[in-house]
């Protein structure tokens, strides 16, 4: 299982890198495009939309919304900041009140059990995630900056990882993911409060206005918001009775599962980046 695991895990990295070099903006938009696709067939079932013709349609619903945000941000061309930031800010006011659900689940699926509400919820869970990557994209370092918020992700993931299984007691969201606890937690904060001095050091000159300060607070923010990410996605599938996404990653589960902790950590890292001065 490990070993499958791993394979996996050097194969999706080995596309993303191959992507990130190789295509240009439109084409990693489409890449990314079609990442959601196969994150909206895996929500589809999870908001009730069970028959195939039910998951084709709610995949087109969510690529229908990637169509209009792009034409709204201007993606194709230049990004400007006005189109985008308030956008982002969307975004991160959504994560907001998804992580008041997570805290507040089992009480808070009152106010998104619906089929309506689920389906929006993941409308704007991966359709806000794609802005926010497609955007860092057209930065002048665009695949570097990407690279960064995936580092960010996985040592939070790791270092929870680590310090849960050494040091864990107390349940973080014991309704949600009964697994998580507060020592992993912290654990997972301190690796990305170094990562960041890393971060900081590695700066290019041009860079260099950009305190240690800012640093440490947009990699921290976005290391919270991949947790939410992740909470989040658990929250819907236990409401939902299942305990993977789907399949089509073995030894992952399904993409949604890979893709939950990136959905809460893109908007905020993007906008984060964008209040610090990048």
Not at 153 to 182: E, Q
Request: glycine content about 10%.
């Amino acid at each position: 299982m490990l070993k499958q695991r791993v394979l996996t895990a050097l194969v999706m990295a080995a596309l993303f890198l191959s992507a990130m070099a190789l295509l240009p903006l439109p084409g990693l938009a489409l890449f990314f495009a079609a990442a959601v696709a196969l994150g909206a067939w895996e929500w589809a079932p999870l908001a009730d939309w069970r028959s195939p013709v039910g998951r084709v349609l709610f995949v087109l619903l969510n690529l229908g919304l990637l169509a209009g945000l792009y034409v709204y941000c201007d993606l194709g061309a230049r990004p400007q900041r006005a189109q985008v930031q308030p956008v982002l800010g969307l975004a991160c006011l959504w994560w907001s009140f998804l992580m008041l659900w997570v805290k507040g689940y089992p009480s808070s699926a009152l106010l998104w059990r619906s089929f309506a509400a689920r389906t929006v919820m993941g409308m704007l869970v991966m359709g806000f995630a794609w802005v926010a990557a497609v955007y860092l994209l057209s930065f002048p370092r665009g695949g570097i900056l990407m690279v960064c918020m995936v580092l960010i992700v996985a040592a939070a993931d790791i270092g929870a990882y680590f310090a849960g299984k050494r040091f864990g007691k107390h349940k973080l969201a014991a309704a949600v993911s009964p697994a998580k606890t507060w020592e992993g937690f912290w654990g997972g904060m301190a690796s990305v409060v170094l990562l960041a001095l890393l971060f900081w050091y590695l700066l290019p000159p041009a860079m260099a206005h950009i305190s240690l300060t800012a640093v440490i607070a947009v990699t921290v923010a976005t290391a919270l918001a991949s947790v939410v990410g992740d909470l989040t996605v658990s929250m819907v599938k236990r409401e939902s009775g299942v305990k993977d996404s789907g399949s089509l990653l073995p030894g992952h589960g399904g993409v949604l599962d890979r893709l939950d902790s990136i959905c809460g950590a893109a908007p905020v890292f993007a906008l984060g980046l964008l209040l610090a001065g990048w």
